[in-house]
Nanobody, 121 residues
Framework: QVQLVESGGGLVQPGGSLRLSCAAS????????MAWYRQASGYQRDLVAA???????NYADSVKGRFSISRDNAENTVYLQMNSLKPGDTAVYYC???????????????WGQGTQVTVSL
């Protein structure tokens, strides 16, 4: 099993910044990809940003130029730097990891518990 623990959410004014962190823990696994998703009240969960083990990134059009995803492979941690935040960014942000266990070929998906980000005056 792999556990994902997120931190860094909160309340911020429009135009402000927040940095989310997500640390993966467990044993005998490697992470092939990590990502951040978000789900606003009444809406589906959507991809915000993703990063592969090699560092390739992908962003939702709505956050390009404002958000930046990065990861520390040694610490199994992924970060989401969010700048120029807008009220429309308000949502619960979920960490996601696609992992492979040592000696196995299958990939498994894990989710964090979510952290609330609220952008408001």
């Amino acid at each position: 099993q792999v556990q994902l623990v997120e931190s860094g959410g909160g309340l911020v004014q429009p135009g402000g910044s927040l940095r989310l962190s997500c640390a993966a823990s467990g044993s005998m696994f490697s992470i092939n990809a990590m990502a951040w998703y978000r789900q606003a009240s009444g809406y589906q969960r959507d991809l915000v940003a993703a990063i592969t083990s090699g560092g390739s990134t992908n962003y939702a059009d709505s956050v390009k130029g404002r958000f930046s995803i990065s990861r520390d492979n040694a610490e199994n941690t992924v970060y989401l730097q969010m700048n120029s935040l807008k009220p429309g960014d308000t949502a619960v942000y979920y960490c996601y990891a696609r992992v492979q266990f040592t000696g196995g070929l299958s990939e498994y998906q894990y989710w964090g518990q979510g952290t609330q980000v609220t952008v408001s005056l």
